[in-house]
């Protein structure tokens, strides 16, 4: 029974490392996956004082280099994990941006 246990244990080591490879590809190489975006608050700061909305949103993502536009309402719960793509705008009780931020 322990050579079989042995076995086992050798066969799951050998699963949990494979999960550590990488796939092997070059990167920029077809399927390979682009490098993150990162975000530029300095250049989403002219939306401080302007009202949120659709078109505003888009603005600031694409000013910002953003791939995510997260907005924060006054009062509201939010995750505090750091994504550099991420661009943060700081809403008033009146839906008006008070702060750009990344993250």
């Known amino acids: ?22 796939l ?15 975000c530029d608050a300095a250049a989403a700061q002219f939306a401080v ?10 603005d600031v993502r694409a000013r910002s280099g953003a791939s995510i536009v997260r907005w924060l309402s006054p009062g509201q719960a939010v995750t505090m994990e750091f994504n550099p793509a991420r661009l943060n705008l700081t809403l008033d009780a009146r839906s008006r941006i008070t702060k750009v931020a990344c993250g």
Do not use: H, I
Request: with cysteine; proline share 11%; glycine share 22%.
């Open 1 to 22: 029974m322990k050579k079989g246990m042995k076995q086992w244990g050798a066969a799951a080591a050998v699963l949990a490392l494979a999960g550590c490879t990488g």
């Open 24 to 38: 092997g590809g070059r990167p920029g190489a077809p399927g390979a996956s682009a490098p993150p975006a990162t």
């Open 49 to 58: 004082g302007q009202s949120f909305g659709p078109a505003l949103e888009r």
